[in-house]
């Protein structure tokens, strides 16, 4: 599953070669076989084709050793296939302790799907009342549940099926949700099923596809290359069904590239459409990119982009920026992230052929493209005891009412699995102040 012929890239295959390509030099081997029991941070064994768009830390990390030079490929498309960025993970700089350590628990991370551990979950979670969506890596979009699930990594096939007892908007139904089934074959990858997505650079704003509603189903296939031009490269292409959409299918195609070391971008072009013949089909551009920033002693950081189209292709609809860095604070890991959403004069003026935007599942909006501006600061503090706290302020105007969302999450492994817990309050002007304490376990054997 981790197979791939790009270039430079040593083909991962299960069980047949290690993760580590052959022609390393055996001290990294070694280093790289102890990295598991060094005392890495909490990253939750999974055992899937990808980095998936469920854990900010981990894409925290990931983020770190991009912007520390250390990783070849783009890491703005989630789920992310680790064929992607895996061998960048067979090497650190030994002088930066918080780039070792975000090595180390990606690596952890990427052998624990290699060898399937942790593959059997038992998850629970209750809330006082609905989610409140919070960007990219939401622990849950359920006011409350119990879930288990099965997952196997092979050399072609991997598979997740999920059972869960939840409710939604609600609703209290049996589901499938998170579910999933794919096929390698060297640098393609076939799937269906309904995994989170998040296309884009931003944290807490998404102007292109983002898991604020529940992930509809689809099937996909992704290739991934590397050339000259492009750098390392990767296209994909979904098809879905959104759930209680005013258009039966969405389509939507992505191209990310990493050209040059410092910079990234990529390319969304979707589509949605009631039928094959459809006249009233929706059309809509994005664009996004990275540029990492000159390095300060341990900290690392970089300014990012997005930019998407009205329903004609031609027009700017909504724009955001941010700038996010990582820093050492003695030995523990904060990153800070700041994100402002502006709207252009096309963003209202240029109406849906629907009379409504067309990326919403469940009656709840896949980006937050919605908003007419928005500013957000956020804060990932990874402690040196695993433990890990989130904090994001979000200030918002839509349709011209203002909206104050502030929350706060924390993590940390106990009673043999990890033990998540949070509270969020959301004002919106003229309507009555929401608040939402949750509690929510998961237990990986």
Do not use: C
């Given at each position: 599953m981790f197979s791939s012929n790009v270039k430079k890239k040593p083909i991962l295959r299960l069980p047949k070669l290690s993760f580590l390509s052959c022609c390393r030099a055996n001290k990294l081997v070694h280093k790289a076989l102890l990295v598991p029991f060094l005392g890495c941070t909490s990253a939750v064994a999974v055992a899937s084709p990808w980095l998936e768009a469920n854990d900010p830390f981990l894409r925290s990390s990931l983020l770190l050793l991009s912007d520390s030079g250390q990783i070849s490929s783009p890491v703005n498309h989630y789920p992310m296939r680790w064929s992607m960025f895996g061998d960048d993970l067979t090497?650190?700089?030994?002088?930066?302790?918080?780039?070792?350590?975000?090595?180390?628990?990606?690596?952890?991370?990427?052998?624990?799907?290699?060898?399937?551990?942790?593959?059997?979950?038992?998850?629970?979670?209750?809330?006082?009342?609905?989610?409140?969506?919070?960007?990219?890596?939401?622990?849950?979009?359920?006011?409350?549940?119990?879930?288990?699930?099965?997952?196997?990594?092979?050399?072609?096939?991997?598979?997740?099926?999920?059972?869960?007892?939840?409710?939604?908007?609600?609703?209290?139904?049996?589901?499938?949700?998170?579910?999933?089934?794919?096929?390698?074959?060297?640098?393609?990858l076939w799937s269906v099923g309904n995994v989170d997505r998040w296309w884009g650079q931003g944290w807490q704003h998404n102007l292109i596809l983002g898991s604020y509603a529940k992930a509809a189903p689809d099937v996909s296939v992704s290739y991934i290359g590397e050339n000259n031009i492009l750098g390392v490269w990767s296209v994909e292409s979904i098809?879905?069904?959104?759930?209680?959409?005013?258009?039966?299918?969405?389509?939507?195609?992505?191209?990310?590239?990493?050209?040059?070391?410092?910079?990234?971008y990529g390319v969304t072009y979707q589509t949605w459409?009631?039928?094959?013949?459809?006249?009233?089909?929706?059309?809509?551009?994005?664009?996004?990119?990275?540029?990492?920033?000159?390095?300060?002693?341990?900290?690392?950081?970089?300014?990012?982009?997005?930019?998407?189209?009205?329903?004609?292709?031609?027009?700017?609809?909504?724009?955001?920026?941010?700038?996010?860095?990582?820093?050492?604070?003695?030995?523990?890991?904060?990153?800070?992230?700041?994100?402002?959403q502006q709207s252009t004069d096309a963003h209202d003026a240029t109406p849906w052929k629907s009379g409504n935007y067309p990326s919403i599942t469940d009656g709840v909006a896949n980006t937050t493209y919605m908003l007419d501006e928005s500013v957000s600061v956020a804060l990932y503090l990874q402690l040196k005891n695993d433990h890990q706290i989130g904090l994001r302020y979000q200030n918002s105007t839509q349709d011209n009412e203002?909206?104050?969302?502030?929350?706060?999450?924390?993590?940390l492994p106990a009673l043999a699995g990890m033990v998540r817990v949070g509270a969020s309050r959301q004002q919106v002007q003229n309507s009555d102040t929401k608040t939402n304490i949750w509690a929510g376990y998961e237990f990986r054997f």
């Open positions: 090497y650190a700089d030994r002088n930066a302790d918080s780039v070792l350590l975000a090595n180390q628990e990606l690596l952890y991370t990427l052998n624990s799907a290699r060898l399937n551990r942790g593959n059997r979950l038992f998850k629970v979670v209750n809330g006082s009342n609905p989610a409140v969506p919070s960007g990219f890596g939401q622990f849950n979009e359920d006011e409350k549940g119990v879930y288990t699930s099965v997952e196997h990594l092979g050399n072609s096939f991997s598979y997740r099926l999920t059972a869960g007892y939840s409710e939604y908007q609600d609703d209290m139904t049996l589901n499938i949700d998170n579910s999933y089934l794919a096929y390698s074959s060297g640098a393609w098809l879905a069904k959104p759930a209680h959409s005013d258009y039966d299918y969405h389509s939507a195609t992505r191209l990310v590239s990493k050209p040059f070391s410092l910079f990234e459409f009631s039928g094959v013949d459809s006249i009233q089909d929706e059309k809509q551009l994005a664009l996004d990119a990275k540029l990492t920033l000159p390095s300060m002693a341990s900290f690392y950081h970089s300014v990012y982009a997005e930019a998407a189209s009205t329903s004609n292709q031609t027009e700017l609809g909504a724009w955001l920026v941010g700038w996010t860095g990582s820093l050492p604070l003695g030995e523990n890991i904060a990153r800070i992230v700041l994100e402002s203002k909206i104050k969302t502030s929350q706060l999450t924390y993590n």
